[in-house]
């Protein structure tokens, strides 16, 4: 069997950030230009990210000073250039990227590929629709790579275990759900009986929006029952609300606690035929006899 391609041993050695962003080329002027933008080992490589994620800094803070009203009036036209500027190194940034990978395509539609887009695409749209260059406060998004910089990677398996929590209890929380929407529309078609568009309940959705934030203990008050019964409805609704606030949070704790449960032995023991274990232990944790080998999962 031949030995395998220097490629492919890069490709099983990528780490779990770095799979859909292979070197175009394995050397050259593309290779060096993927080691600057995509790797982190050397000074010049971390330097360059240290300096991306100030640019970042930099160029939210632009935008939130542009929203300010005293600060626009002033410093408009500085802080616009500011921002073009910072768009054509991000864009200048992101072409470089689909040029120095092996599958431009396959990193444009990954997480980071689509975070640097959406990094530059509000201010192209600025000039079709005005205002849209506010939303380039999503560039903050980028600062996920400081994960990187720092080599916080091995933290990503803390958050793969609330990720693993919440996808366990995804049916439970499901269930939650559908009985929240069922009360939301009976309560929202009950108070359109009751109050009726005289008292600001014009139609059952307005009703349910009119539920939604009464379950929610928020009542901004724009829509209140102007009928005793009404009122009675209404509190039952808030109480409801303070009943059933606390469930999905239960639901997801008690899926948390058994998700960081440390894992367990099913073996039963010769000699008293106890059946839990430690997950490492060789010997009973009851009578000190040898524990069997697990049997294999079939």
């Not at 509000?122 to 380039?136: E, H, N, R, V």
């Not at 998004?141 to 916080?152: A, Y």
């Not at 009985?179 to 309940?201: N, Q, S």
Request: glycine share 6%; charged share 20%.
């Amino acid at each position: 069997m031949s030995a395998p391609a220097p490629e492919t041993e890069r490709d099983e050695r990528a780490n779990p950030f770095e799979r859909d962003l292979l070197p175009a080329s394995p050397d050259g002027l593309r290779n060096r230009m993927y080691r600057l933008l995509f790797h982190h080992e050397t000074p010049a490589e971390r330097n360059f990210d240290i300096a991306l994620i100030v640019t970042i800094l930099v160029s939210v803070i632009v935008v939130l000073l542009d929203s300010e009203p005293a600060v626009k009036d002033r410093w408009h036209s500085a802080l616009l250039a500011a921002e073009w500027a910072f768009t054509i190194v991000f864009t200048i940034e992101y072409g470089l990227r689909l040029w120095a990978v092996r599958r431009p395509l396959r990193y444009a539609t990954s997480f980071f590929g689509i975070i640097d887009l959406l990094a530059i695409l509000p201010s192209y749209l600025s000039l079709l629709f005005a205002g849209s260059q506010y939303l380039l406060v999503i560039r903050v998004l980028r600062l996920l790579r400081v994960f990187r910089v720092l080599k916080l990677v091995q933290y990503s398996s803390e958050a793969s275990v609330l990720i693993t929590a919440m996808a366990r209890s995804r049916r439970k929380i499901s269930v939650f759900v559908c009985a929240l929407i069922t009360i939301v529309v009976i309560f929202g078609a009950l108070m359109y009986v009751v109050e009726g568009p005289e008292h600001g309940f014009t139609s059952i959705p307005t009703g349910m929006y009119w539920a939604v934030v009464t379950m929610g203990t928020v009542g901004f008050g724009d829509i209140s029952p102007g009928t005793p019964f009404g009122r009675f409805v209404t509190s039952i609704l808030i109480l409801i609300g303070y009943s059933i606030i606390a469930v999905p949070t239960g639901i997801y704790t008690a899926e948390l606690a058994s998700t960081l449960r440390p894992k367990r032995r099913h073996v039963r023991c010769r000699e008293c035929g106890l059946q839990d274990h430690e997950q490492e232990a060789w010997h009973c944790r009851r009578c000190g006899s040898g524990l069997p080998p697990e049997e294999p999962t079939p």
